[in-house]
Nanobody, 123 residues
Framework: QVQLVESGGGLVQAGGSLRLSCAAS????????MGWFRQAPGKEREFVAA????????TYANSVKGRFTISRDNAKNMVFLQMNSLKPEDTAVYYC????????????????WGQGTQVTVSS
């Protein structure tokens, strides 16, 4: 089992940047595929980015491709989401998630979730 805690959210102007962090508990962090999802008010939670166990492969939603970068540090049990060129439509609660068995963009396949961190982008 793994516990996840996100941080780094906040208020930023359009065009700005934020870096989200997710700290994971436990000794088996490198056994998990890690993902970032987001949920805007009145909308379903959607996939943002994912990274494989070793960090060798990543995948992104089309809406963030070229602007966001996911990375991980297995020695520190951390995963990050660097968000550049932010847009008002990026405003959402951002969640970190872990999946032990598959590299996937499917929300339902992730086993563990953090509590979320709010990102607000003003125009």
């Amino acid at each position: 089992q793994v516990q996840l805690v996100e941080s780094g959210g906040g208020l930023v102007q359009a065009g700005g940047s934020l870096r989200l962090s997710c700290a994971a508990s436990g000794r088996t962090f490198s056994s998990y595929v890690m993902g970032w999802f987001r949920q805007a008010p009145g909308k379903e939670r959607e996939f943002v980015a994912a990274i494989t166990w070793s960090g060798s492969s990543t995948t992104y939603a089309n809406s963030v491709k070229g602007r966001f970068t996911i990375s991980r540090d297995n020695a520190k049990n951390m995963v990050f989401l660097q968000m550049n060129s932010l847009k008002p439509e990026d405003t959402a609660v951002y969640y970190c998630a872990a999946d032990r068995t598959r590299f996937t963009t499917a929300r339902a396949k992730y086993d563990y979730w953090g509590q979320g961190t709010q990102v607000t982008v003003s125009s």
